[in-house]
């Protein structure tokens, strides 16, 4: 929000300077991003791009007025040019006698030739030298004002419009000031000014507006606030029969007031209402709606007037009927923006019997819009449900200042200052005459929460000893209304307020307002003094931890990939077209982008976007990502999230460098290597691989995991037609998905810990024919039940095939490891446990030595 200082100087006297205004603001909450001087002297070195000035950080820019060369000048006439139609010559005093000033400003042509003017024009006039803003090129482009000669006439000064001065964009033609500026006087003494740009966050939602910064200001520096004059000069009949409320669901609209004028005058605003409009970023239309944009800047409540004689034509001759309600099914209606907007159903719509006439709390409808013919006016002010105001901006993609305020949160209390406030406004600049009284329907007043708490709490939350008349003080500031009860004090909220809440939270919420008028650099440090809270374990969180650390360990790279993803990515997954017709995804009704508008249902097709994003990069690539994906269910409204770990590697086993690498391609047995070392570091231990098949992955390089004799998961290659789909290097790639919360229930809360053996071991090898379909497990399983305790690691170390063995055959070779805790095994026992463990492998497997 745009706050130019000497609007807000209405409010409440400021001592400081600009930046420790901007400072003691930003201490307070309300930070200033950018200081924009506007005529005022500053601190040039620091202008540009990015620069900061002092400790509060923010952006300064702008443009500095040399009162010496900027001045308020009086155009006494306008004469032609005598070689150029589009140009003209002024005769104008600036203070120190008269000059001829060359100009091609269109809202002077008018005046061309009438002679000596009946009353001067005020202008801003720049003599030679002055630095101002080059008004003919894009952008802020300084430039000093040199003598040049124009068409046969010499040019030393100029007349200036808002763009040459840094007010605004506007450059089409000069500025005309109030008849009352003084001539002669430098212009920075009559106009000069500067504009905080804030951020409002939704916490201060209520200080989008000058008279909520004013009361920040005030709370801040102990000045008094000043309001704004409410007092409306009713000079017209009671409005009563005039018009009529009607709302049919008070919980979406809870206040709706209106007023009427009848006999304005549609033309311009007072100068000095279009610069401070323009200062604070609104385009001044005319007298009557710029009323409604300074009186809702002003006290932040968004206004609309209606053309009056529109409604009553649209009734039929009667006083029209205002009804709030929600769109019927097809409705449409055409916004000031001419667009015509097809409306949803929860859509609120300020209508009348005739039909829509606004989107509620948006934007206003084209047909009943203030126009050069206006002459009565209907004047709305309302509170809207702030959810509902979001869920139209979302659906409509629109958004107006009006809808800014709304879908924050506006306190119906605002709805009659607004009113009264704009309709005197009106009065005062487009004249006419004020109906008496206004028309209220107030079915929904909030309860404004009362929150009680002492110097106790304010010692324990904040650090601060502060007595109960400080505390009081510090709130009464901000328009609480405080009582004092010994050292109880009751709090009520302001009716301006709708971000305090109830309860313990509506304590939290006055420790921010205490601390942040108290000021946070002032809190001291302090140690903790409450008891802390029991340190309870986080099975789930560790567990995850410790996976992702083991699979770094591994030499896997972390990835987070986004969530947010399109059905033609994840249909790259399969091989063939139409696998994936048949699955329903989370869709977004309104995405940022086509490419980001329905929630995932795979990692892999994440991981895999990633591995071709970086194929150009490196060849070997080992990444991994632990994360939900969505899967919707029916008759819900949300969907079922599952947390998954997903694998993915290709490339050589190592880069080559200054020593020999293994270069050979990465395939299953890499991947079940990592994952065996995660499921060891882990400690778990009842686990099979078992053949399985997925579409994605290569048939018969596709395996699933089973922990406990349930499946966890699945691993392989990828499909060669799935891999065509992705820009990848021409080298396999594996992948492995598992639940996450499959291995998270398969870690043990506690295992064993064997000693360092202080005994050598045995080791010997053992060659074993078995059939081809039996699985290598299968043989480890029945070694270790033979050989018990004493046998303490099996390595598999070679997989032959061929003629030697015969047909339906292969030779696995393992390395045995024989360890006794106690005592050295000897010749005797090793041979007798090797003779037991292949008796049994015959017995059991068929198996046979090789």
Same mark, same amino acid.
């Given at each position: ?28 909450? *309300? ?36 009162? &010496? ?22 005769? $104008?005093?600036?203070?120190? #006698? ?29 003599? @030679? ?132 004028? &009848? ?79 097809? *409306? ?22 084209? @047909? ?11 004047? @709305? ?15 409509? #993609? ?26 005197? *406004? ?22 404004? /929460? ?200 290709? #490339? ?10 293994? &270069?050979?391609?990465?395939? $299953? ?87 360092? /053996?202080?005994?050598? /071991? ?40 061929? @003629? ?44 046979? *030595?090789?």
């Amino acid at each position: 929000m745009k706050v130019p200082l000497s609007w807000l100087r209405e409010y409440v006297e400021i001592e400081l300077t600009v930046e420790e205004l901007a400072h003691r603001l930003t201490l307070a909450g *309300l930070e200033v991003e950018e200081i924009i001087y506007v005529g005022l002297p500053f601190d040039q070195s620091h202008t540009g791009k990015g620069q900061t000035s002092g400790p509060h950080a923010a952006r300064v820019s702008g443009l500095a007025w040399d009162p &010496e060369k900027i001045v308020v000048g009086a155009i006494l006439e306008v004469m032609p040019h005598p070689n150029a139609d589009r140009l003209v010559l002024l005769r $104008l005093d600036d203070g120190q #006698g008269e000059r001829i000033v060359l100009t091609g400003a269109p809202n002077l042509f008018s005046y061309k030739g009438q002679g000596a003017l009946e009353k001067p024009l005020k202008a801003a006039y720049a003599r @030679e030298g002055a630095v101002l803003y080059d008004g003919h090129q894009p952008g802020w482009e300084r430039m000093t004002l040199k003598k040049t000669k124009i068409r046969g006439v010499v040019s030393d000064s100029m007349v200036c419009s808002e763009k040459e001065l840094g007010i605004s964009e506007e450059h089409e033609g000069i500025i005309i000031l109030d008849e009352e500026a003084p001539t002669g006087m430098p212009l920075v003494e009559y106009m000069g000014d500067a504009v905080l740009e804030i951020a409002i966050t939704p916490n201060i939602a209520r200080d989008a507006n000058l008279l909520g910064v004013a009361r920040e200001v005030a709370a801040l520096t102990g000045k008094p606030l000043k309001y704004p004059d409410l007092e409306v000069d009713w000079q017209g009949p009671p409005i009563q029969g005039k018009a009529y409320i009607e709302i049919q669901n008070p919980k979406l609209n809870p206040r709706f007031v209106l007023g009427l004028i &009848e006999g304005v005058e549609i033309r311009p605003s007072p100068y000095e209402v279009q610069r401070r409009l323009r200062l604070a970023g609104m385009r001044p239309i005319n007298n009557v709606v710029d009323a409604t944009n300074y009186a809702m800047l002003e006290i932040g409540e968004p206004l609309h007037a209606f053309d009056y004689d529109v409604l009553v034509q649209r009734a039929g001759g009667q006083p029209p009927t205002i009804i709030t309600r929600t769109a019927y099914p097809g409705e449409r209606l055409t916004t000031l923006d001419d667009v015509e907007r097809q *409306l949803e159903n929860f859509t609120v719509l300020v209508c009348d019997t005739a039909g829509p006439l606004s989107i509620a709390g948006v934007m206003g409808g084209a @047909e009943s819009e203030v126009t050069g013919q206006t002459r009565n006016v209907l004047l @709305e002010g309302a509170a809207w449900n702030f959810i509902n105001v979001r869920r139209t901006l979302v659906s409509q #993609g629109m958004s107006s200042e009006a809808a800014y305020r709304f879908s924050r949160g506006v306190h119906p209390a605002l709805a009659e200052q607004g009113v009264k406030r704009c309709l005197e *406004l009106m009065r005062q600049w487009a004249g006419g005459v004020v109906y008496q009284g206004l028309v209220d329907n107030y079915p929904l007043p909030p309860e404004d /929460p009362v929150i009680t708490l002492t110097p106790a709490d304010v010692h324990r939350w904040l650090g601060v000893n502060l007595t109960p008349d400080e505390i009081a003080a510090l709130l009464r500031a901000l328009e609480f209304e405080v009582s004092v009860e010994s050292y109880m004090l009751r709090v009520g909220t302001p009716p301006t307020r709708l971000d305090i809440g109830r309860g313990i939270t509506g304590k939290a919420d006055l420790m921010e307002e205490i601390a942040r008028i108290y000021g946070y650099d002032r809190l001291p440090e302090t140690r903790l003094a409450d008891a802390l809270p029991p340190q309870l374990g986080n099975p789930a969180l560790e567990g995850e931890e410790s996976l992702r650390d083991l699979l770094v360990g591994q030499g896997l790279q972390e990835v987070i990939t986004h969530r947010l993803t399109n059905v033609d990515k994840e249909k790259r997954l399969y091989p063939l077209p139409g696998q994936a017709e048949d699955q329903d995804y989370v869709r977004l009704f309104n995405p940022i982008t086509s490419e980001r508008n329905v929630l995932r249902r795979s990692l892999m097709a994440s991981l895999l976007g990633v591995l071709e994003n970086n194929a150009r990069l490196r060849q070997r690539q080992a990444i991994f990502e632990i994360g939900p994906l969505f899967l919707p269910v029916e008759g819900e409204p949300l969907p079922r999230e599952e947390q998954r770990v997903v694998i993915a590697l290709t #490339g050589p086993r190592q880069i080559s460098g200054w020593q020999p690498a293994d &270069e050979t391609p990465m395939d $299953l047995f890499d991947l079940k290597g990592i994952l065996q070392v995660v499921l060891d570091g882990l400690h778990i231990t009842e686990m099979a691989y078992l053949p399985g098949e997925h579409p994605s992955l290569h048939p018969g390089k596709t395996a699933r995991l089973l922990i406990g004799g349930i499946e966890a998961g699945l691993l392989g290659e990828l499909h060669p037609l799935v891999q065509q789909n992705y820009d990848l290097n021409p080298y396999p790639v594996l992948v492995c998905d598992l639940a996450l919360a499959r291995l998270l229930d398969a870690i043990p809360e506690r295992y064993a810990v064997a000693a360092v /053996p202080s005994y050598p /071991p045995a080791l010997e090898d053992l060659a074993l024919v078995v059939d081809e379909e039996l699985p290598a497990s299968r043989v480890e399983d029945v070694i270790r039940q033979a050989g018990g305790s004493l046998v303490t690691e099996i390595r598999l170390f070679d997989l032959y095939r061929g @003629e030697q063995i015969g047909a339906g055959k292969k030779s696995l070779a393992y390395s045995l490891t024989y360890q006794a805790p106690d005592h050295t095994l000897g010749d005797e026992e090793v041979r007798s446990l090797r003779l037991k463990i292949i008796r049994r492998l015959e017995k059991e497997l068929g198996a046979r *030595l090789r």
